[in-house]
Structures are given as C-alpha cells and as structure tokens.
C-alpha cells in the first residue's frame, strides 16, 4: 500500500463523508457541543459551544449513554474481560491449561496496562461519540513506563470509513491538524520532506494537515 494509494482511498472516503457534514454539524452542535472543534476543527479557540442549546435533554442524554455504556462494558478500575483458550485449541493440539495460564498473564498485564492510562477517560469520550454516530478510539505506543499505551478519542468528524461490498470497513482516514513542532515527537522515527524539515526547524508554529 503505496502512500499514492492511500491518498487515492482516504480521498473517495472524505467525499462520501461529506454528505453528512451538515448533519454532523449539527449533532455536535446540538448535542455533544464540547466535543467540537468544528468541521475539520476550523473553530477558533476560545470559541462559544453552547450558544446554540436552549435545553439541557439532548446534551444530557449524551452524557448519561456515555456512562451507561462505559459501566456495561468497560467499567472503570474493574476487569472487564478475560483471555481464554477456545474450543479450537484442542484440535490443533495445544494444551488448554498451559496457554490458559500464559492468558491469564497477559489479561493481568493488559488490564494493568488500561486502569493506570487515560483509556477510561478517552473511552466515555469516544461513547459520546458513538451516541450520535461513530466513535473512534487509537490505542499506541506509550512514550515511557508510566504510559504503556496511549488512548485518544479521535472526534468522528475528524475521521472517513472506507467499506467494501458487503458493507465492511476496510479503512479509517484521520486528518488532524498538528503543529510543526510537534511532528518530531509525535513521529521520532519518521521520514520527512526537505520542505517539511525546514519548516519544523524555523516555522514551528505552523499548522499541517496530517492524514
């Protein structure tokens, strides 16, 4: 998959996408307002968010799925799944009690792993999300010890689903402005332009739209 090709796919998936943006603006106006930046998050900073809401329901409502979803299926600081060994393992000749052992580590470890990060915070972010269509959580790398993973709620109208014939999704395209300041740490590893690096070196407060 050819940076080309993706552009190609994540480009057919925006177009699609904005159909719905009027609709989607006004579900985050209307009901999730402190999740919007604005489309493509245009909006100032500092921006009023609430000026369009009379009545507290729809808001409420949001809030209160949020935390019901989150109590039924990720509730905070409790272990809410468990990595077992299925019917399959026994045929292919695997012992269920030896890899049952090496889950239950691995369980123990991703949980420890989920309650001291932000993953509940940035979950009830993303089923707020969901209350109104999509929600998208990215889970990475952590940056040290302290930080295993990292969680962030990417807001949906920062993402575009690509589908196949049956209706799958076969890709998310996020855009997101960063600062060029930013690039570095965010990608220590990453190839960039020569226009690029120079920019990250004298125009470090410029935005660029990353896909």
């Known amino acids: 998959m050819t940076p080309d090709k993706i552009r190609k796919l994540a480009d ?47 808001p409420q409502a949001a809030m209160r799925f949020a935390g019901r979803v989150q109590a039924d299926v990720t509730p905070p600081f409790q272990d809410f799944f468990a990595l077992e060994a299925g019917p399959v393992a026994a045929d292919r000749g695997l012992d269920k009690n030896e890899l049952n052992k090496l889950l239950q580590t691995t369980t123990a470890r991703v949980h420890g792993a989920v309650h001291t990060g ?30 295993i993973a990292k969680h962030i709620s990417v807001p949906t109208h920062e993402i575009a689903l690509s589908t196949d014939g049956w209706g799958r999704v076969t890709g998310i395209h996020w855009k997101k402005k960063f600062k060029c300041n930013d690039l570095g740490d965010l990608w220590p590893n990453g190839t960039f332009s020569a226009d690029l690096k120079k920019a990250m070196a004298k125009e470090s407060d410029r935005d660029v739209e990353v896909l």
Do not use: C, N
């Open 118 to 147: 932000r993953f509940h915070v940035a979950s009830h972010e993303m089923y707020q999300d969901l209350f109104v269509g999509t929600g998208a959580l990215l889970m990475d790398d952590g940056d040290d010890d302290d930080e």
């Open 12 to 58: 057919r998936a925006w177009q699609e996408r904005r159909q719905y943006d009027v609709l989607l603006q006004d579900a985050y106006d209307y009901i999730i307002p402190y999740r919007s930046g604005g489309m493509y998050g245009t909006a100032a900073k500092g921006e009023a968010r609430v000026d369009k809401v009379f009545d507290g329901t729809a």
